[in-house]
């Protein structure tokens, strides 16, 4: 533990806790229209932390407008990259200057432990919007190569207004690579939250005020799906919608945008990652903490947890017996601990999800190593063990949906073939790995994989360098890498007659 850490005494900050609570729009702080609140909860004692304002399309129609008017006047959308990059990175830093208390919000919305919003999701937030601070003044467009009498330009111009819908399992990270290429690239952005986790997004649209983004460039409304979300989807004013979130409520939006303007929509969904384990595997032991990582970080709230177990019949008992034992360390704690490894559910209704899997696993049949129970039911909160099934079918739902939660599914295979055949055989394609020592097996099973990002002999390495979504019914775009620029714009010929 680092001195940081020692210092804070968060249970002591929890108990003052004071989150903003009003939606964020215009560069104003205001009320829903309608008056109305939503009770924001805490996973971890399941009492409420905050009475949200509950904004629907009354409040999406004066964010949109705001954001509209800013776009239109040019006072972000024609500054100089340069100018855009000064005030994208004051607000890196200053989320980076506030970053035990967005730690402590995030925490407190969701369930997380401290230590890994303190040290994964307030970092890469902060590190994804610099980086794409740095990108604004560095990308070029084009000049085609076109016969000598004319000249082409290719350029890109910031799409508009973006409704940017994200998630709760990583609510500030998923905002920030949306607002991160979104802001740099010139849009005005109007951001919905997740009613389960709205509080660090209300928190920094006003630090971007006091980075000197100008007012309505950025609007923040909290509130549900089915109100302010699908008030903004729907929205005629709305020129693009990036949506993080599952796969269900991401076919609506391609619905919701048929039905509205046809505004571009861009899909980050759920996954079922596949985690094959060759025989040949050189560090079994690497394996195993990748393996149990991988599926327990962030309680199993992951688009990427590794869920499906995929190992060679040969390293099945050693591999699974050292998951077991790590996963056994993992027990869930309070939340506010630094020591803790696994928090709370992010609520009630993601907990019954769980433990109806978890049901589920053991009525058709596989065979519960390890965990399987709700624990720590006196705190209140929404906590479930680390859970491990082994001899899974393809038959089986905990093989074919995603759970978000800490359950993992050990399916064997005997050669190469049926491992990718089962690895494939699910409507998502986020993420997959590979372990192997021989480099033409690992290559050769990566190519096959039908995945967005696959990983060898590793889990989850993460960069803001590589482009991060899904194949298949996982989405259909890319956040993170420069990659995700093109989201956020329109491409324009400029064709000049020079005869
Ligand atoms: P969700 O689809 O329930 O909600 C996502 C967002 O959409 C929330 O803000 C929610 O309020 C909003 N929403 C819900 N119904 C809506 C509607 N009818 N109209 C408009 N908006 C609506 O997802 P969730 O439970 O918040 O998040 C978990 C899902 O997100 C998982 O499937 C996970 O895999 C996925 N996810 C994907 C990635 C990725 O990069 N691919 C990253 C993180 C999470």
């Known amino acids: 533990m680092n001195r940081e850490q020692k210092s804070v005494d968060w249970r002591e900050r929890a108990a003052s806790f004071a989150p903003r609570t009003q939606a964020f729009i215009d560069g104003r702080c205001v009320p829903a229209k309608s008056g109305a609140t939503f009770d924001c909860v805490n996973p971890a004692t399941g009492k409420p932390l905050a009475a949200v304002a509950s904004c629907d399309a009354a409040d999406v129609d004066a964010a949109v407008a705001g954001a509209r008017r800013a776009f239109e006047d040019g006072r972000w959308s024609r ?4 100018a855009r990059k000064k005030v994208l990175l004051r607000l890196a830093e200053l989320v980076r200057k ?27 937030a902060a590190n994804c919007i610099a980086w794409y601070a740095e990108a604004t003044d560095k990308v070029y467009d084009q000049v085609a190569p076109v016969p000598h009498e004319s000249l082409a330009l290719v350029t890109r111009e910031p799409a508009g207004v973006v409704g940017a819908i994200v998630p709760w399992n990583f609510p500030l990270l998923m905002a920030a690579w949306k607002l991160g290429p979104a802001l740099a690239t010139g849009n005005s952005v109007v951001l919905k939250p997740s009613e389960k986790s709205p509080l660090t997004a209300l928190r920094v649209a006003e630090l971007a005020m006091e980075a000197g983004l100008p007012e309505g460039v950025l609007n923040v409304v909290p509130g549900f799906g089915y109100t302010a ?5 729907l929205h005629m004013d709305v020129d693009c919608v990036a949506f993080t979130g599952s796969t269900r409520i991401g076919k609506k939006m391609l619905e919701y945008s048929g039905r509205s303007n046809m505004k571009r929509v861009w899909l980050e969904c759920g996954g079922k ?40 019949e040969s390293v099945r008992d050693a591999l699974l017996e050292k998951v077991v034992e790590i996963g056994r360390g993992m027990a869930p704690g309070d939340p506010l601990d630094p020591k803790t490894k696994l928090g709370a559910i992010v609520d009630q209704v993601q907990l019954n999800t769980v433990m109806g899997y978890i049901e589920s696993g053991r009525k058709q049949g596989a065979e519960l190593r390890l965990g399987g129970r709700r624990v720590r039911e006196e705190t209140g909160g929404y906590f479930v063990e680390p859970t491990v099934f082994d001899r899974v079918t393809m038959q089986m739902k905990i093989a074919r949906e995603e759970i978000f939660g800490p359950v993992l599914s050990a399916i064997t295979f005997r050669d190469a073939e ?81 005869s």
């Open 98 to 124: 506030h970053r035990e208390e967005l730690a402590l919000t995030e925490t407190l919305d969701m369930g997380k432990p401290i230590t890994d919003s303190l040290k994964v999701d307030i970092p890469a």
């Open 229 to 233: 979300g699908e008030a903004l989807a």
């Open 273 to 312: 990652a596949p985690n094959i384990v060759m025989a040949d595997v050189a560090d079994l032991e690497r394996a195993a903490t990748a393996a149990a990582y991988g599926i327990f970080f962030n309680q199993g709230e992951m688009c990427s947890a590794a869920s499906r177990l995929v190992v060679h």
């Open 79 to 82: 500054l100089a990259p340069a």
């Open 418 to 498: 049926e491992a990718v055949r089962i690895a494939n055989d699910v409507s998502y394609g986020l993420t997959a790995a590979v372990w192997s020592r021989d480099i033409t097996t690992a290559h050769r099973v990566a190519k096959a994989l039908r995945a967005g990002t696959v990983y060898v002999n590793c889990y989850d390495a993460d960069d803001i360098t590589v482009p991060f979504g899904g194949f298949k019914q996982s989405g259909n775009g890319r956040d993170k890498s420069l990659h995700a620029m093109d989201k956020y714009t329109e491409l324009k010929t400029t064709w000049i007659d020079l």
